[in-house]
């Protein structure tokens, strides 16, 4: 059986190898035929992995040429080829494969799937990277506003939640930095403002410092400007009480009528006056004029103060007058003579009356005696020489004093009766 076995394998060999070697070319070409070989072209960004290998030796890197982004050929059965996407692959760079100059790191392509199947064929191998001193520094956060506040107002004080921010970045990058600042739009403010606003990093000249490079602990703060009003307005002082009898107030005055005030615009905005309320200028029972020193800050609403260089101790001035007495010469004509009694004549012995008037100054300064009347009483008077009181008319009736020298006589020895002037003549 075995010797059977072993003729019929011998016998025509060559042939069988042939046949054999013939078929499998044949369901090769069979094969191809129906799942031919394709190319694909891909092109994805390199994924940069253990980039603190770097950090770690206190430098950073800045990726040149747009070498983070690769192409490569993908060949392989079409059945295959034709179904791969981008997430089937890898593309890593790793830092810690850096070369010895630090400029160039190896790109590896890797098929997550059928990569016994797939040829890759890159055509680009390297990341081209600059790498730098990784410099850290902190700055402290000014704040810059922009815009016209309301009238009178101004900026008092700014403000950052943020005092200080800390900044990585690349030397080249750093040493351009020439601090760190917020900018808060106070336009037509009339109160403070309060705003989340972005940090910026700016050179010497106020130009912006790209951060696309940079790493900030801190990229906002709440910014805040208080804002406070300017404002003139004019010093009332209220005096109070009365002087003694004989004496009037006449007038405040003093060395400062109006002063400059700062402070929070909704209570400036309401006052047109400062009211000084001081005992100081209390002046009951006085017989002189009074002078006072005042310390304006003791009458400042909250939240007001006196503007830079506005006196605090102002000089007030109250004056208080006394009456005087003046003599005005009345004509006796002016004077009416009441109850003289019947068939007496009465005559003036001079042709003025003097009328002695109390009064302040400027009333007594308007005084013309040729304007002036007034009555005399000689009721009960005979025959004879007299001093008669005169009283005057109108305001003066309480305020004036004077008698004139007058003669009576029995009409009956002239032939009438009535009063005559100082040169005798009777008058009808």
């Known amino acids: 059986m075995l010797r059977k076995l072993t003729k019929l394998v011998t016998n025509n060999f060559g042939l069988k190898v042939l046949g054999a070697v013939l078929a499998v070319i044949l369901w090769m070409v069979i094969v191809n035929a129906e799942d031919p070989d394709k190319s694909v072209t891909f092109t994805l960004p390199v994924q940069i992995t253990n980039a603190e290998y770097l950090t770690e030796m206190g430098k950073t890197y800045e990726v040149l040429e747009d070498t983070d982004t690769i192409t490569f050929v993908v060949s392989g059965p079409r059945s295959v080829v034709e179904n791969l996407s981008e997430s089937d692959f890898s593309v890593i760079a790793n830092m810690e494969n850096i070369d010895a100059t630090m400029t160039m790191v190896p790109v590896a392509v890797t098929a997550n799937s059928y990569s016994n199947q797939l040829e890759i064929t890159q055509r680009t191998s390297f990341v081209i990277v600059n790498v730098e001193n990784l410099v850290t520094e902190s700055f402290r956060v000014q704040v810059e506003t922009s815009g016209d506040l309301a009238e009178n107002c101004f900026v008092d004080e700014v403000t950052s939640s943020v005092r200080n921010v800390t900044v990585s970045g690349p030397e080249s990058v750093m040493n351009q930095i020439d601090g760190a600042q ?241 040169n005798g003549l009777e008058e009808q």
Do not use: C, W
């Open 182 to 422: 917020v900018t808060l739009d106070v336009s037509g403010a009339a109160k403070d403002v309060a705003s989340l606003e972005k940090i910026v990093l700016v050179d010497d000249s106020g130009n912006e410092v790209a951060q696309d490079r940079l790493t900030l602990d801190q990229t906002e703060t709440t910014a805040t400007a208080r804002i406070r009003m300017r404002k003139n307005v004019s010093l009332k002082f209220d005096v109070t009480g009365e002087p003694a009898a004989g004496y009037r107030y006449s007038e405040v005055s003093s060395n400062v009528t109006s002063v400059e005030l700062e402070g929070d615009p909704e209570v400036l905005s309401a006052m047109e006056e400062l009211e000084i309320t001081a005992s100081e200028l209390d002046i009951a029972g006085v017989t002189s004029s009074v002078t006072a020193v005042i310390r304006l800050e003791e009458y400042l609403p909250e939240g007001v103060a006196l503007a830079d260089g506005e006196p605090n101790e102002i000089t007030v001035r109250i004056t208080v007058e006394e009456q005087s007495i003046v003599d005005v010469e009345v004509p006796v004509e002016n004077i009416t003579v009441t109850n003289l009694a019947d068939g007496l004549n009465l005559q003036f012995n001079s042709a003025t009356v003097i009328m002695h008037i109390s009064g302040y100054q400027d009333e007594l300064s308007q005084i013309n005696g040729r304007d002036l009347t007034g009555t005399m009483d000689v009721s009960g008077l005979q025959t004879g020489t007299f001093n008669v009181e005169v009283r005057l008319d109108g305001d003066y009736a309480d305020a004036s004093s004077g008698s004139v020298s007058v003669t009576i006589t029995d009409g009956s020895q002239n032939g009438g009766d009535g009063t005559t002037d100082a």
